[in-house]
């Protein structure tokens, strides 16, 4: 049985069958819910092009390797491969990679690789195309963020035979599976590495099922299926090339405008659908609803403790205390997000959900600020002192944060501002938002961060995420710096003891939660809305993305 307080639902794979005149149906938080057992839905037909409409703001590069965000993830899940994946418990399962060893010490690994494996250049998967994969991401001329940091612990690679590539780690990593199944880190041939990054970033080439044919930028990206495919997960449904003869993958920023595409039968798919399109689709015989939470970090607001005025455990607390986000969520995402009482997403099994934290009690905001000194308020009711007024820079990422979840942001601002707070809202494109966090230009931030299992703590809590990985990003936006969190956090990762490794990431985010470091929102939303012609789509257990080996579509 779980811990008081642990969260203890498992990743598990998301599997769609939809069929005209199925009911709509949701996959539930902590499990999945399938469309009607009695349900006929045929055999599968190849042929066919399935458009995908993302809400999600357009890559500037298709490689994952560059950066790694959430939008490269949705489309190069499609195109690329990763040497292991997850199956329907969350265990590690085999893809590029057949088997694996780790040594005694934990230092060393060894990949056997899938026998007869080509890119789809014609290069072979071996031994060197993943020291290849490992020497880019690892390269800071690359600018890789989020595959860069998974790769902190490896120091070298060797090609123990064409088909067995060894990893030398500096320190024992119990992450580094669940790392390497990440889309991020997603094994790319090494004759296309070579190219300039301007080539690769606009056509990768992997081992998928589908291909790169074209990217029209601010319109579309058409992939077309590998003839060739031989190298599906353990899990796959069925082996081969993939049905579905095409995918285009186009870019509608607007909710209203991708939803109605879907209704019209423009579209075949959405993702990022809003709260009212959702309870639309769930009273709809003609679309279904796949509700796919990522792993890692829950949506969180993270607050800068490395400046003032959040540098004071008391006015962290106090903000906290002043944001009444259990309303805000339950009026604006009408029951398509549950609120999070944890810095980890309810999909990872060793999350701690602390709700007992989080109250909103304005009356305790108020003396909290009183006893740090915000014991004075101007003409307009904002706390002051020593004549500075208790000011909240915030800036939001239109491309990351939905309508619902900035009306969330501003009911926040709205009740903080009555215990004396001036939150300041602005709106940014993605770009001009990573700027403001690269230049510290933010005291409260809410930064999406997907990474596979409860290692992302590290990622995001270790002092070590301060420092900025090549790219300009770092992930601690907290800039939490606390030498028992780190130690809690090194040790977790070194260790391979199941209980001692969960008992040590339960001490951090306790401590973490107890330092008002973070204001813990709802799951990171991955809401897909699929026409009733699609089959077999599902989101990958690794992280949600959405998966069209399997899809056919049954018009």
């Excluded at 423009?266 to 399109?277: F, G």
């Excluded at 770092?474 to 028992?484: I, K, M, S, V, Y």
């Amino acid at each position: 049985m779980p811990r008081p307080g642990i969260l203890s639902a498992t990743p598990r794979p998301l599997i769609l069958a939809a069929v005209a005149g199925a009911a709509a149906f949701t996959l539930a938080l902590t499990g999945c819910t399938s469309a009607s057992p009695d349900a006929d839905t045929g055999t599968p037909a190849s042929g066919g092009t399935l458009t995908y409409a993302s809400g999600d703001a357009e890559p500037t590069c298709l490689d994952p390797h560059v950066g790694g965000n959430y939008p490269q993830a949705l489309v190069s899940s499609q195109f690329l491969e990763s040497l292991v994946s997850l199956d329907a418990d969350g265990t590690i399962i085999p893809w590029l990679a057949d088997s694996w060893t780790v040594s005694p010490d934990g230092l060393s690994w060894e990949f056997t690789l899938t026998d007869d494996v080509s890119f789809t250049d014609g290069t072979p998967l071996d031994a060197a195309a993943v020291q290849a994969n490992i020497a880019h991401l690892q390269d800071p001329a690359t600018g890789s963020s989020t595959g860069y940091l998974a790769l902190a612990n490896v120091t070298g690679t060797e090609a123990v035979s064409d088909s067995v590539v060894r990893l030398t780690l500096a320190q024992p990593d119990s992450a580094l599976l669940e790392s390497l199944a990440q889309p991020w880190l997603a094994i790319e041939s090494p004759t296309a590495l070579a190219r300039s990054q301007d080539e690769n970033c606009a056509a990768p080439v992997g081992t998928g099922p589908f291909v790169v044919e074209s990217w029209v930028k601010q319109n579309a990206i058409t992939l077309v299926r590998n003839d060739d495919y031989s190298s599906p997960p353990a899990d796959a449904e069925h082996d081969g090339p993939a049905y579905l003869e095409s995918i285009v993958w186009r870019f509608i920023p607007d909710s209203a405008s991708r939803y109605a595409a879907l209704q019209a039968g423009e579209v075949d798919v959405i993702d990022n659908a809003q709260p009212d399109t959702i309870s639309q689709a769930e009273s709809s015989d003609t679309i279904v609803h796949l509700d796919a939470p990522r792993p890692g970090a829950s949506n969180r607001i993270e607050l800068n403790s490395g400046k003032a005025p959040f540098n004071d455990a008391a006015v962290r607390e106090a903000f906290i205390r002043s944001a009444n986000v259990d309303d805000a969520v339950s009026s604006l995402f009408q029951g398509s997000a549950d609120r999070s009482y944890s810095a980890l997403s309810s999909v990872e099994p060793l999350g701690v959900s602390r709700p007992d934290l989080f109250d909103y009690d304005p009356t305790a905001a108020a003396e909290l600020l009183d006893g740090a000194g915000w014991s004075e308020t101007d003409s307009e009711g904002y706390r002051v002192k020593d004549g500075v007024r208790l000011t909240v820079v915030f800036p939001v990422s239109t491309n990351q944060s939905i309508p619902a979840e900035q009306s969330v942001f501003e009911q926040i601002q709205a009740t903080a501002k009555e215990t004396g707070f001036d939150v300041q809202l602005t709106k940014l494109d993605l770009s001009s938002w990573y700027t403001a966090l690269g230049s510290n230009a933010y005291d409260a931030v809410s930064a999406p961060y997907t990474k596979i299992g409860p290692d992302v703590l590290r990622i995001l809590f270790h002092s070590d995420g301060i420092t900025p990985a090549p790219s300009g990003y770092f992930a601690n936006h907290a800039q939490l710096n606390d030498p028992e969190v780190d130690s809690l956090l090194t040790e977790a990762v070194q260790t391979n003891d199941t209980d001692q490794r969960a008992s040590l990431y339960e001490d951090a985010q306790d401590l973490i939660l107890e330092g008002f470091y973070i204001l813990p929102l709802y799951d990171q939303q991955n809401h897909f809305l699929l026409g009733s012609a699609v089959e077999g789509a599902r989101a990958l257990p690794t992280v949600s993305t959405p998966a069209f080996y399997d899809a056919w579509l049954n018009r």
